[in-house]
C-alpha cells in the first residue's frame, strides 16, 4: 500500500504541476497579449496626434519649430481619456540657426497661448501664477537657478504642454539639458 500510495501521488502532484505550469503560461500570455493590444492602440494614438500636428502646421503655412498647436489642453483631454496619459508635451528640436527665431516666435505667441489654455482649463474667472520665459533655458535643479540656453547645437524646448495648469512654467524648458535624455537622443 506505502508504494502504491507513494506512485498515485507522485502522478497526481506531477500532474497538478504541470496543469498549474500550463494555466500560469497561458494567463501570463493572456496579460502580454492585452498588454501589446494596450501598448499598440497608445502608440497609434499618439502617432495620430502626431500627423493631426503635421497636417495642421501644413494647412496653416507654419513650418517646425515654428507651429503652436491650437486647443493643446482639449487635445489633450481626449488623448488621456483614450491612452491614460499624465502629461504631454509638444518638443519640436531647434536648431542653433533657428534658437532666435523660435524664441521670437514663442515671445509673439506664448504668453497668449498658454493664458487660452489656462482659460480653457480652469475657466475665465480663476487666477493661476505662472512664470513664462520666452527663451530656451534649462534649470539647476540642486540651486533652482534658471539659466538661459547657449551653443548647444540643437534644442528640445517644451513647446507646448498640458495639462497647463502644473506645467506652464515648464514652457521653453530644454529637455535636452538633462544628461539622461541627451545621452538618449544623441544615441538616436
Request: aromatic residues 14%; glycine residues 4%; charged residues 20%.
Amino acid at each position: 500500500p506505502g508504494l502504491g500510495s507513494f506512485a498515485v501521488y507522485h502522478v497526481s502532484k506531477t500532474n497538478d504541476e504541470d496543469d498549474f505550469k500550463q494555466r500560469f503560461a497561458d494567463f501570463a500570455d493572456q496579460i502580454l497579449g492585452a498588454a501589446q493590444i494596450k501598448a499598440k492602440s497608445i502608440f497609434t494614438t499618439f502617432e495620430h496626434f502626431s500627423q493631426r500636428i503635421t497636417l495642421y502646421a501644413h494647412a496653416s503655412n507654419q513650418t517646425f519649430p515654428f507651429v503652436t498647436i491650437p486647443k493643446f489642453e482639449a487635445q489633450f483631454d481626449q488623448i488621456q481619456q483614450q491612452t491614460g496619459a499624465v502629461t504631454m508635451a509638444f518638443v519640436p528640436t531647434v536648431t542653433e540657426d533657428q534658437k532666435d527665431d523660435y524664441q521670437k516666435h514663442q515671445t509673439r505667441v506664448g504668453d497668449a497661448w498658454i493664458q487660452d489654455e489656462l482659460q480653457y482649463a480652469v475657466g475665465s474667472n480663476a487666477t493661476i501664477e505662472y512664470m513664462f520665459i520666452p527663451l530656451i533655458y534649462t534649470i539647476n535643479f540642486e540651486t533652482g537657478e534658471f539659466r538661459l540656453q547657449t551653443n548647444q547645437g540643437v534644442y528640445a524646448p517644451i513647446s507646448q504642454t498640458a495639462p497647463i495648469v502644473e506645467s506652464a512654467t515648464f514652457v521653453n524648458f530644454d529637455l535636452l539639458s538633462n544628461p539622461f535624455i541627451r545621452l538618449g537622443y544623441d544615441a538616436v
